[in-house]
């Protein structure tokens, strides 16, 4: 897996989290974020079960620039492919 590093959100206290990278084997998102909390994953779970090898993380919408770029680099790696 080579993973590409899209961007850090700017505003964290510890350059930690949240984070958004682009697989450029296969062209998915990876994102780090921010695991939610109870009410929001039982919000999430009226639609669908979340199974045990996933989670419902939150990212904050300064990094939608981010999310929008790393969308951008996956379709491009997926049209090479």
């Known amino acids: 897996m080579a993973l590409r590093f899209i961007a850090k959100d700017p505003n964290t206290q510890t ?4 984070t958004a990278w682009v697989d450029e084997e296969n062209a998915d998102l990876v994102l780090q974020g921010w ?7 039982d919000e999430c779970r009226e639609t669908g079960p979340v199974p045990d090898h996933e ?3 939150r990212i904050p919408a300064r990094m939608v620039p981010a999310i929008r770029e790393a969308c951008d680099v996956a379709e491009q790696r997926a049209r090479l492919r």
């Open 35 to 41: 695991r939610a909390d109870g009410a929001t994953q």
């Open 55 to 57: 989670t419902v993380i």
């Open 15 to 18: 350059g930690q989290s949240p």
